[in-house]
């Protein structure tokens, strides 16, 4: 390879890495396996090696990245969060030793092996033997607050168990303990199901699950979801510990103060020992909580540990990596077969995801026919054709993955795959998703799109409507009895007669669970539209805050950011959805058709505030919008926008502007919180 040609790779694999750790690190949704992953840092990790005047700094082989995001309060840690360089290699676990052995001047080392637990790194703080807090490792340095959902974790202590023994050492004032946050298998499987009956995205696998949910904003809904802590590190001790002085003996003191360790470690002397104890981590690891991939060995002194240090000393904390420990990972499970055909999924948002339809093959215990290509760019970079032999990988992933060409076994005369420029369903012409990788079908009706949006839309997900599944929908689409979502309003029994042989009975059932549905909760109407960014979750705090579609349809991306748990991007994407004119005529034509949501229930019908409007201006001293607002609808009120002749009363506070004088020169009653809070009693 030129130095000119270097240049670009390195280029584009640092642009690679870089979108692949804000996919890991900041949306839990990486396009990846940890394989590939890895596999790429190690190709830039070369050729900086071999082209040391194109390298900048330290490029360790492991992720650097940063998981802090917004909404949390940030901490810094007392001791910086470190990760550690991962290898697939026993030469160069060999080589960590021989460099201990050779800095330390001792032979046969004493070692801790320990499972490498797949899950999310946390550090919490106990003082005094009480849980304080719980952190993420955001950058190494500082990480994101996440007490309230750490604590929902039913086996973890709050309290440190203190030791019968009158002899034993006093529990520290502050300690730091690190661990991983994970969720079993079996959680992980019920959580998507959920998902999918919801119509919401599926987790890739349950690291990420457990990722999105430790950065859950709402602690009730991580409650619902059974995440498990094992604790396996020591950060800062203050004052410095007393009772144990190694790994192994930390690893017993955790043990002892009735916190959860991992199932099993080996302490053992010597590298040829510690090849061993992998081996039999790796017979037993499936057996295991939690998704192990790989073993972590580390020396087991703390003394020794200070002596040999770190790595990238004067570095920031993110690129530090112990000198005493070292992580070997297993390879994922994985199998070859060859590609028969590579087809093109078109998703309800027009998304074009490409799939390779393989021989099938046994992995992991299922057999897989199909398998993700990710997207256009991928196929690319992997040179991915039909007929090509590959392997195919399933880490815990629902989906598997094509990670690997074996380019010597490619048949001849195969050729390049041309991702198409057109829509494989409509012919329409593909435009490249903002700033994403997809691409996507823009035509809003083609028919694949449409397809899946009326199955969306009826969906238990949506509006729930008995006896509407996909192939009454394909029936009905491919009849042309209905073209567009509000033509199902429209059936009628007569319609539908045709369709099967004696089917009054069919017929009547259809049209009259469609009917019932027009009435159905607004929030599954919400959500049934297919609203980027909304789920379940999000339609219902729509429709609680605004109660009708055309409410909603008026919001300004103000009162949206208002909602708690809304971010901008949310915000963005309904005011986005809504500016459409397409989207505002199909919320027209719902309601000509007989669309009429039922918004959640009103609060108390007696509540103080029944039947009356409240217009909510200016910041309150203690109340946010939110709070105010549920209030008002817990006392019975609606909470309205604008100030006119039927408002019941202005609740203003700080800073409050037009709507204040509007309010004085109508003649609305003004209220200040603690009036309010008088009015609605308490
Ligand atoms: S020790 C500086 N022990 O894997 C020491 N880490 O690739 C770093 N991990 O950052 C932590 N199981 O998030 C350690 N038994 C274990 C672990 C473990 C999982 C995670 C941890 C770490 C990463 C290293």
């Known amino acids: 390879m030129t130095h000119a040609e270097a240049q670009i790779r390195i280029a584009a694999l640092r642009t690679e890495l870089a979108r692949h750790d804000e996919r890991y690190y900041r949306q839990a949704q990486p396009e990846i396996t940890d394989f590939e992953y890895d596999a790429l840092k190690r190709e830039l990790a070369g050729l900086e090696?071999?082209?040391?005047?194109?390298?900048?700094?330290?490029?360790?082989?492991?992720?650097?990245?940063?998981?802090r995001s917004e909404g949390?309060?940030?901490?810094?840690?007392?001791?910086?969060?470190?990760?550690?360089?991962?290898?697939?290699?026993?030469?160069?676990?060999?080589?960590?030793?021989?460099?201990?052995?050779?800095?330390?001047?001792?032979?046969?080392?004493?070692?801790?092996?320990?499972?490498?637990i797949d899950g999310v790194a946390v550090s919490l703080t106990y003082e005094k033997g009480k849980l304080t807090r719980a952190v993420t490792r955001g950058d190494g340095e500082e990480g994101d607050d996440v007490t309230a959902n750490v604590c929902t974790i039913r086996g973890l202590p709050h309290v440190l168990m203190p030791a019968d023994d009158l002899l034993a050492p006093p529990l520290p004032g502050l300690i730091e303990i690190r661990g991983e946050v994970f969720l079993r298998d079996e959680e992980f499987r019920r959580i998507n199901q959920v998902q999918e009956e919801l119509g919401e995205a599926l987790y890739a696998n349950p690291r990420n699950l457990a990722a999105g949910t430790l950065k859950q904003l709402d602690s009730k809904l991580v409650a619902t979801r059974r995440l498990e802590i094992v604790l396996y590190g020591l950060g800062a001790c203050e004052p410095a510990p007393t009772g144990f002085d190694s790994q192994s003996s930390f690893q017993a003191q955790v043990r002892a103060w009735g916190l959860p360790v991992v199932e099993k470690f080996w302490s053992v002397r010597g590298i040829d020992a510690v090849w061993a104890a992998i081996g039999a981590l790796d017979a037993m690891r499936?057996?295991?909580?939690?998704?192990?991939?790989?073993?972590?060995?580390?020396?087991?002194?703390?003394?020794?540990?200070?002596?040999?240090?770190?790595?990238?000393?004067?570095?920031?904390?993110?690129?530090?990596?112990?000198?005493?420990?070292?992580?070997?990972?297993?390879?994922?499970?994985?199998?070859?077969?060859?590609?028969?055909?590579?087809?093109?999924?078109?998703?309800?948002?027009?998304?074009?995801?490409?799939?390779?339809?393989?021989?099938?093959?046994?992995?992991?215990?299922?057999?897989?026919?199909?398998?993700?290509?990710?997207?256009?760019?991928?196929?690319?970079?992997?040179?991915?054709r039909?007929?090509?032999?590959?392997?195919?990988?399933?880490?815990?992933?629902?989906?598997?993955?094509?990670?690997?060409?074996?380019?010597?076994?490619?048949?001849?005369?195969?050729?390049?795959?041309?991702?198409?420029?057109?829509?494989?369903?409509?012919?329409?012409?593909?435009?490249?998703?903002?700033?994403?990788?997809?691409?996507?079908?823009p035509n809003p009706v083609c028919p694949e799109k449409v397809r899946r949006k009326i199955g969306h839309f009826a969906s238990k997900a949506g509006l729930d409507i008995d006896g509407l599944g996909e192939e009454v929908v394909d029936l009905l689409l491919t009849q042309h009895l209905i073209k567009t979502l509000p033509d199902?309003?429209?059936?009628?029994?007569?319609?539908?007669?045709?369709?099967?042989?004696?089917?009054?009975?069919?017929?009547?059932?259809?049209?009259?669970?469609?009917?019932?549905?027009?009435?159905?909760?607004?929030?599954?109407?919400?959500?049934?539209?297919?609203?980027?960014?909304?789920?379940?979750?999000?339609?219902?705090?729509?429709?609680?805050?605004?109660?009708?579609l055309d409410a909603l349809a008026e919001a300004s991306l103000n009162d949206l950011v208002q909602i708690e748990g809304f971010g901008e991007k949310t915000a963005e994407a309904v005011r986005a959805w809504f500016n459409d004119e397409a989207n505002r005529a199909l919320v027209a034509d719902l309601q000509a058709a007989g669309l009429?949501?039922?918004?959640?229930?009103?609060?108390?019908?007696?509540?103080?505030?029944?039947?009356?409007?409240?217009?909510?201006?200016?910041?309150?001293?203690?109340?946010?919008?939110?709070?105010?607002?549920?209030k008002i609808e817990a006392a019975g009120g609606k909470v309205s926008g604008s100030v006119s002749r039927k408002t019941h009363y202005v609740l203003a506070g700080e800073e409050a502007g037009s709507k204040l004088e509007k309010a004085k020169s109508l003649g609305v009653p003004v209220l200040d919180e603690a009036g309010f809070l008088e009015l609605i009693g308490g």
């Not at 192990?292 to 703390?302: C, E, N, R, Y």
């Open 49 to 67: 090696v071999q082209f040391p005047e194109l390298a900048i700094g330290e490029s360790p082989t492991q992720r650097v990245g940063d998981d």
């Open 72 to 116: 949390f309060v940030r901490v810094k840690h007392r001791q910086a969060m470190t990760t550690l360089d991962n290898t697939y290699d026993e030469e160069e676990l060999r080589e960590f030793d021989a460099r201990l052995v050779k800095a330390l001047g001792t032979t046969e080392l004493a070692y801790t092996v320990e499972p490498k």
């Open 286 to 384: 499936r057996g295991f909580a939690y998704a192990t991939d790989g073993a972590v060995v580390k020396l087991d002194a703390f003394t020794q540990q200070g002596v040999v240090g770190y790595r990238g000393a004067g570095q920031a904390a993110r690129k530090l990596s112990p000198r005493w420990a070292c992580a070997y990972k297993f390879a994922p499970d994985r199998a070859e077969t060859r590609i028969r055909a590579i087809t093109l999924q078109v998703g309800r948002t027009g998304a074009v995801t490409p799939v390779a339809e393989l021989e099938p093959v046994l992995l992991a215990g299922t057999t897989v026919k199909r398998a993700t290509l990710h997207n256009a760019d991928e196929i690319a970079r992997k040179d991915v």
């Open 386 to 441: 039909v007929g090509d032999a590959v392997l195919v990988e399933k880490a815990g992933e629902i989906i598997p993955a094509v990670v690997q060409v074996l380019l010597e076994k490619r048949p001849p005369h195969c050729e390049a795959y041309v991702f198409p420029s057109e829509c494989p369903v409509c012919a329409t012409k593909l435009v490249r998703e903002e700033g994403g990788v997809k691409w996507m079908c």
């Open 488 to 548: 199902l309003f429209r059936l009628k029994v007569a319609d539908l007669l045709p369709l099967k042989k004696s089917g009054e009975v069919w017929a009547t059932n259809l049209i009259n669970g469609i009917a019932a549905r027009r009435t159905a909760d607004l929030w599954r109407v919400i959500h049934g539209l297919g609203i980027p960014q909304v789920g379940a979750a999000s339609a219902k705090d729509l429709a609680r805050r605004f109660r009708s």
């Open 596 to 630: 009429t949501p039922t918004p959640p229930a009103e609060g108390a019908a007696g509540g103080a505030l029944a039947g009356k409007t409240v217009v909510l201006t200016g910041t309150l001293p203690t109340l946010s919008r939110e709070q105010a607002t549920e």
